[in-house]
C-alpha cells in the first residue's frame, strides 16, 4: 500500500509545473489530511479541512468534467499544447489511479477554489486544489 507521503509525492509529481490555464493561471498544491479516515466527502466538511467558510456557494461536479477541457486535442494546438494534453490527461489517470471516492467542489463566484477531493489508500482524505478565475 502507498503511503501517504508516497501518495503526496506522486501526485505533486504529477502537476508539478502545469497550471490550470482560465483568465489567470493558477498552480496545484496537494493536502493528504491526517485523521481523516472516518470523515466523509462532501461539501461541508471539505470546506472545513481547507479552512473555507460555509457561507462560500459551492458547487459539487466531477473529475471528467472538471478535467474535460485541458485534456481535449485540439486540431489548432501547437506542440506545446500536445505536450500540456498529455500532462492533464497523466494528472487524470494518477488522481483516479490512487483515490477513491474522487469528488471535485469548486467554491466561490468569480475567484473558484478548486478541491479535487478523494480517499487515499491510507484512508485519510487527499485534496489536489488549484484556482479559477471566471468572469
Same mark, same amino acid.
Request: aromatic content about 8%.
Given at each position: 500500500?502507498?503511503?501517504?507521503?508516497?501518495?503526496?509525492?506522486?501526485?505533486?509529481?504529477?502537476?508539478?509545473?502545469?497550471?490550470?490555464?482560465?483568465?489567470?493561471?493558477?498552480?496545484?498544491?496537494?493536502? #493528504?489530511?491526517? &485523521?481523516? $479516515? +472516518?470523515?466523509?466527502?462532501? /461539501?461541508?466538511?471539505? @470546506?472545513?479541512?481547507?479552512?473555507?467558510?460555509?457561507?462560500d456557494?459551492?458547487?459539487?461536479?466531477?473529475?471528467?468534467?472538471?478535467?474535460?477541457?485541458?485534456?481535449?486535442?485540439?486540431?489548432?494546438?501547437s506542440?506545446?499544447?500536445?505536450?500540456?494534453?498529455?500532462r492533464?490527461?497523466?494528472?487524470?489517470?494518477? #488522481?483516479?489511479? &490512487?483515490? $477513491? +471516492?474522487?469528488?471535485?467542489? /469548486?467554491?466561490?463566484? @468569480?475567484?473558484?477554489?478548486?478541491?479535487?477531493?478523494?480517499?487515499?489508500?491510507?484512508?485519510n482524505?487527499?485534496?489536489?486544489?488549484?484556482?479559477?478565475?471566471?468572469?
Amino acid at each position: 500500500m502507498i503511503t501517504d507521503a508516497e501518495l503526496f509525492k506522486t501526485l505533486s509529481d504529477a502537476n508539478n509545473g502545469l497550471l490550470f490555464q482560465t483568465e489567470l493561471d493558477y498552480p496545484f498544491e496537494v493536502f #493528504i489530511h491526517d &485523521n481523516t $479516515k +472516518e470523515t466523509n466527502i462532501n /461539501k461541508e466538511n471539505i @470546506i472545513k479541512l481547507m479552512k473555507g467558510s460555509p457561507e462560500d456557494p459551492i458547487e459539487e461536479s466531477n473529475i471528467d468534467t472538471f478535467f474535460s477541457t485541458p485534456t481535449l486535442d485540439q486540431d489548432w494546438h501547437s506542440p506545446e499544447d500536445k505536450k500540456r494534453v498529455v500532462r492533464f490527461r497523466n494528472l487524470v489517470s494518477s #488522481i483516479k489511479e &490512487n483515490l $477513491k +471516492e474522487i469528488k471535485v467542489f /469548486k467554491k466561490g463566484r @468569480i475567484y473558484i477554489d478548486v478541491y479535487i477531493a478523494g480517499r487515499a489508500p491510507s484512508g485519510n482524505i487527499a485534496v489536489v486544489s488549484t484556482k479559477l478565475m471566471q468572469t
